[in-house]
């Protein structure tokens, strides 16, 4: 049993959800352990993670609605120092996960056929964003 | 130090959220593992897990009934081709949990006396769901 | 490769967003593993666990106020023979996290500089709480 840390970067082209799928699978591969558990990290308090319906456009931007209607931009929130989208962008990480764990199987995360993996950018104003992965197997 | 792979197969038998906790703990201890690291994937993403309270039928029902308030049916979605729950499924997913860490001690679950594992099924018309497990330790 | 298992016990001072990430570092840092995967596991259902921004106390308000609203205490619920603070703890739970998996290297947790670990006491009334706590590595 052994395991193997890295980070994974990514911008997102714009607010929203982004699949990073491909780019997780790709370094699950890089690993070459056939089974294991990959656990991804989110570094960030307005970004987040999500495992959800990888081929349909029009369910991504439901979601994106969705989200922006339960977590609002507003200008009831105490804390706006940082921009009107700061403060539903730590809110609607709440809601998604900073963590996800997925176990790997044939080298392969055990994802069903419709599931992707995405990293959720809250911002108006896309960052650089990190996430940390960790995969222990053998 | 070694690991387990498996899949939980559960049909509900409606719409809601169904106790899988006695499934789930059976499979811990076929693994003869006293401690390690238990990890849980739904492969679906109109399906989800929980963990909540294992006891009160009222309390459940509650939550059902929240999760349809804030993540309604409605004619508002742009993605409805594949019918009126659809949608809401994917939000009700996004709301709860893909991916579940629960440690194991003593070949069982550190759950609270209270706690019990919820796959909930999001769609009017329940399918056969796949739940991938894994476990690590020894 | 080794494993370590552990309990830590909470109570917060008063019901919200309590910060935790002093004692869970000391704990990790304590089990002596330069490298591992840590799991947190709450073992209650009317608190959770929250990975969100360590700085701003306006920021902490929001996020206390957003959940008082969009799971609040009311007399609609079926369940209420705990009290009116008893169902909506389990809605926040069930929109929060139950389980964090967080990637631990040179003998730190890898959050973001930001990030913050935080038990959500969801009662009126703060009761001591278990956290489970597991760490694989070497």
Redesign the interface.
Known sequence: ???A?GTLTVTAPRQGLHLITDAVAAWVADQRMS???L?L?????SASL????NA?P??R???ER?LAR??PESSD???DDEGPDD?PA??R???????????V?DRRM???M??GIYLCEHLRSPRRR?I???L???
Chains 1, 2, 3 share one sequence.
Do not use: K
């Not at 990290?41 to 308090?45: A, G, I, S």
């Not at 999500?50 to 319906?53: A, D, G, M, S």
């Not at 809601?95 to 996800?100: E, I, M, Q, Y």
């Open positions: 049993m052994r395991q840390s089974e294991g558990l656990t990290l989110v570094r960030h308090t999500l495992i959800q319906e349909a029009a369910a931007r439901d979601l969705w339960i977590a929130y105490e804390h403060m730590h809110l990480s709440a809601l998604t996960a900073a963590t996800l764990s997925i176990p199987l055990r994802l069903g419709w599931q990190e940390a992965v960790h222990m197997g053998e």
